[in-house]
């Protein structure tokens, strides 16, 4: 018969209840009269029974407190509505930023066996992160143990000649790092050995992307053959459109063949490594070899890898820490939101059920135990969240695109995260959670107070022990808006910092475009030559153009082309590397860029090969190595030649406006020996004008055209656009902090109001007796105003804390505000201020408005 | 099974093991009740407020105090007649079209 009882177990508790004693006899009554036999079908009967009536029997329920529900919130939809509503930001908020943070924080890389694959850098004093010379390179995939594979890639940007000139942003890839990567191509194939060897076949392989834009996705494109810089190419193969390497900013890769002219010089920064550790390798294991392979590397080379040992790290840890710290940041931000919404709920709930006290006590005094009341009240706040959630998913689903800002560029990820599976099952999960944890603590209050207390019309059990959990709900909302307000003001005033940096130029008018020259036909300073100067004598012609310039590299864009120098008795150190920001130029580039002059003179056309060598430097270089005398007329050697320093120039935020930049360099593009570093050949062009930029645009790529009909230009933009572009991702992040914390504090606000309504709602009576004895208006008004400060007060300062606390975690992001900034602080404390007041006004001015009476009457 | 446990009930109220009882005599065994499905008829039955729980008890000797009884409330009572009059049209038209035997 125990066993019996046990099956009975799988019924609901109410059921149970009613027809367990009835069942156990009805059972027994059979027992009695039943063979052996029979009794063993019995057993099996009464099994099957309990496992296809019991979940029955919970249906049943459920669908009957589903009916009620619906019922019961269609007579109050104002409240439906509120909670929805409510749930919808907490969950959708919630999600959006899941859907991020999972992309850049949490998802392993698209490629086979991630965690497997490793970056190697070189670590050279002042760089930890240092790409590696050819030569190096050469002799780890020799000297070490630890990986199964070490390839390499280097930047490969090309003149793409197909229907019209273009600009293509490509890798040149060592043959074996896709197979490396465990990836198959949509079409065609990989490339071969063949093809990877010096002197092999020129392939190239096209990114999906590519394929569409340029090739009309056409299948037959394999197989033919396409111009990349003067060099014929066969195409081999387009990638999946999910497939990004080294970044999404990839179009096309080829292989990458390394002639004896590479391997010469071991500065020659040259190469991007990625690896794949043996199975059993471990990261430290990697790293500890690739340390005494790099000692035993400046050994046998001392000057080239002076104090240079290894850096390696998995491929996926590549987010810059501010990325991580904005996300995270967020993260925390939108759970502070969804614990709002849901002590909203919360609160919401236990105000509803205590309205519906004597129904519910009915109910109870009618037979209906604690578990099917818990239930009801659980089957209604699971209603709510999951009409909450559903709402909540579509509002992720349209505020997860202006989210994508905060997905780095660097990261193989595409940036328009759609809602996929692993999103949808974290917002159900959610919802789940958030309905049933918020849902049991009210539901479980109230069916024990409507259990415990008689049907007594004024029988206050429990309200005393549900005033104080609502009010703890307010204060904790409380305190968490303040949390969001203070960190969504601190990190708006670092934007504000950040935006006021001057990045040491004057981005206002000012165009600039790439127009890449291929290395064959401009093989010479002299062609180059011709070519800068007959488009900028037409550009400096065009109306409203007041200044314009070649350059190596549009600072902000191009954030390397770091060069060392060699000072006269010195030597290089951690403190000091000697590394510059170098950059070849034209003259009128300062003029163009808005950069001021400070002393001297600028670099002009008359500065030849065969004229004395000149450099213009900027107040930071002159200020390190010639911190009290004048730096113009003095010699340093730079770029293979010593030069005479003929101009000082403002110093300009090369890396971006929050990084350190090096002190920056600039020669004429004529000092150079034909074929000596081409990377750092004049090719982006800078135009400062009295117009819209941007309205330039057509007249300059005419004037190119006409020049060179076979050249691309591209990416043309303006330099306010790059500036912009530097804070976007802070913007993107402040702004929908603030939003959150709007939110928050508008919901703070609904909390406390909704508490002290309610509680002059219950007190109507105590009040109108005060007022009937005599007690004066202002006091009651005292009253219900004490509470609402008494909540705002602890909720308050428990937030004041919690935000500095949260502001020191984050004070790297601050751009210099204080963690605890008096105007922030303020500020947040007024809004708070307003809040208590806008929140308890209304209660306030109801309980005034009691008529002593009446309230007496109603008694 | 709401109709078989309607009909049990036409002549007095009855506890659980004798409406399964009742309703297996009825239809020659072919019906057969398990102790869960009738208690979740009876469940929502009560519900409906087809049958109530009888607080009538038989006679002492009979009784037992764990028993439940039931009885058709004047609602239940209404609707087995409505629906034994829906069945018996059915028939009735079944009958004229043929494909059933019998008095047309």
Excluded at chain 1, 290 to 303: D, G
Excluded at chain 1, 577 to 588: A, D, I, K, M
Excluded at chain 1, 748 to 773: D, N, Y
Aim: aromatic residues 8%; glycine residues 8%; positive net charge.
């Amino acid at each position: 018969m125990r066993l019996y009882r046990l099956l009975l177990r799988f019924y609901p508790a109410s059921f149970r209840h009613e027809y367990g004693e009835e069942m156990v006899r009805l059972f027994e009554e059979r027992r009695r009269h039943a063979s052996a036999v029979e009794r063993v079908q019995l057993w099996i009967e009464a099994i099957g029974d309990a496992a296809s009536a019991a979940p029955r029997v919970h249906v049943d329920i459920l669908r009957q407190d589903l009916r009620y529900t619906v019922r019961a919130l269609t007579r109050t939809p104002g409240f439906a509505v509120a909670a929805i509503i409510v749930m919808a930001l907490g969950i959708g908020a919630t999600t959006a930023v899941f859907s991020i943070a999972d992309r850049v924080l949490l998802r392993p890389l698209p490629y086979s066996d991630p965690e497997r694959l490793v970056r190697v850098w070189e670590n050279a004093p002042g760089y930890p992160q240092m790409e590696p010379s050819p030569a190096n390179y050469r002799d780890w995939t020799q000297m070490t143990g630890s990986f199964e594979q070490l390839e390499a890639h280097t930047v490969y940007a090309v003149n793409m000649l197909h229907s019209q000139p273009e600009r293509v942003a490509g890798i040149a890839l060592t043959w074996q790092l896709l197979p490396m990567l465990g990836v198959q191509p949509a079409l065609g194939r990989l490339f071969t050995a063949d093809e990877g060897r010096l002197g092999g076949p020129d392939a190239v392989i096209l990114s999906d992307r590519l394929w569409r834009r340029s090739f009309n996705a056409d299948p037959s494109v394999i197989g033919q053959s396409v111009r990349l810089d003067d060099t014929a190419c066969t195409i081999v193969g387009v990638m999946p459109p999910d497939f990004y390497f080294p970044d999404r900013e990839t179009d096309l890769w080829a292989p990458l063949t390394m002639g004896p002219g590479w391997f010469v010089d071991r500065d020659n920064a040259a190469l991007r490594v990625v690896g794949r550790l043996k199975p059993g390798v471990t990261l430290d294991g990697a790293r500890a070899e690739m340390n005494s392979v790099m000692a035993a590397l400046e050994k046998a080379y001392p000057k080239e890898n002076a104090q240079t040992r290894a850096t390696v790290r998995l491929l996926g840890d590549q987010v810059s820490w501010q990325s991580r710290l904005l996300i995270r940041i967020l993260t925390g931000a939108s759970i502070c939101l969804l614990l709002i919404a849901c002590t909203n709920l919360a609160s919401l709930l236990l105000t509803r059920f205590a309205a519906r006290r004597r129904e519910l006590t009915v109910r109870a005094a009618l037979g209906a135990g604690r578990e099917r009341l818990t239930r009801q009240l659980l089957t209604e706040s699971l209603t709510l969240s999951v009409a909450g959630g559903a709402a909540g998913v579509v509002f992720a689903f349209f505020a997860t695109p202006l989210l994508a800002r905060l997905v780095p560029t660097t990261l193989p990820v595409p940036d328009a995260t759609a809602l996929d599976l692993r999103v949808l099952l974290f917002a159900a999960a959610v919802t789940i959670a958030t309905g049933v944890a918020f849902g049991v603590l009210p539901a479980w209050r109230i069916s024990r107070a409507a259990q415990s207390v008689s049907l007594r019309e004024h029988a206050r059990g429990d309200v005393g022990g549900r005033e104080r959990l609502r009010s703890a709900l307010v204060a904790a909302q409380i305190t968490a808006s303040i949390l969001l307000l203070i960190s969504a003001g601190l990190l708006m005033r670092a934007l504000g910092n950040v935006q006021s940096i001057d990045p040491g130029f004057d981005a206002r008018g000012v165009l600039t475009l790439r127009t890449a020259l291929p290395t064959d036909r401009y093989s010479t300073t002299a062609a180059r030559g011709q070519f800068y100067e007959r488009v900028l004598h037409e550009i400096r012609a065009l109306p409203g153009v007041k200044a314009a310039a070649y350059a190596s590299f549009t600072p902000m864009i191009m954030r390397g082309g770091i060069w060392a120098v060699e000072m006269p008795g010195l030597t290089p150190n951690d403190s000091d590397p000697h590394s510059v920001s170098l950059r070849f130029l034209t003259s009128g580039y300062f003029d163009a860029l808005g950069i001021p002059l400070k002393r001297g003179r600028d670099l002009s056309d008359s500065d030849t090969f065969d004229s004395p060598f000149v450099a213009v430097v900027s107040e930071s270089f002159a200020k390190r190595y010639w911190p009290k005398g004048d730096a113009i007329g003095q010699r340093f050697t730079v770029s293979f030649f010593e030069r005479t320093i003929v101009g000082i120039a403002g110093d300009v935020h090369v890396r971006g406006l929050e990084s350190l930049s090096e002190p920056q360099v600039y020669v004429p593009y004529r000092q150079i020996r034909d074929g000596w570093m081409p990377f750092y050949t004049p090719k982006d062009l800078l135009i400062r004008t009295t117009g819209d930029p941007l309205a330039l645009a057509p007249s300059v790529r005419r004037i190119v055209r006409n020049v060179d009909p076979e050249l691309p230009v591209s990416d043309v933009q303006t330099m306010e656009d790059v500036v912009t572009r530097e804070t976007a991702p802070r913007r993107t992040q402040t702004a929908v902090l603030g939003l959150f914390a709007v939110m928050a504090i508008l919901l703070a606000g609904i909390g406390l109001h909704g508490l002290l309504s309610f509680g002059v709602s219950q007190r109507r009576q105590e009040i109108g007796v005060r007022l009937a004895l005599g007690a004066p208006r202002s006091s009651v008004l005292r009253m219900v105003l004490r509470e609402g400060a008494v909540l705002a007060a602890i909720g308050g300062i428990a937030g004041l804390c919690l935000s500095y606390a949260a502001g020191r975690t984050f004070e790297s992001l601050l751009a210099g505000v204080r963690p605890a900034d008096p105007v922030t602080y303020s500020i947040a404390i007024a809004v708070a201020l307003l809040m208590t007041l806008s929140g308890s006004l209304i209660p306030a001015l109801r309980a005034l408005r009691v008529d002593p009476v009446k309230a007496l009457r109603a008694e | 099974m709401t109709f078989h446990i309607l009909l049990a009930l036409s002549d007095g109220e009855r506890h659980g093991y004798a409406i399964i009882q009742d309703v297996a005599a009825r239809t020659d065994g072919a019906v057969k009740i398990s102790a869960g499905t009738l208690y979740r008829s009876v469940q929502r039955m009560q519900e409906q407020g087809l049958i109530e729980e009888s607080r009538r008890r038989p006679a002492p000797d009979e009784d037992d105090e764990r028993r439940r009884y039931y009885a058709l409330t004047e609602f239940g009572t209404a609707v087995a007649r409505a629906e034994a009059r829906r069945l018996t049209q059915l028939v009735k038209l079944a009958r004229a079209s043929g494909f059933a035997t019998g008095k047309a």
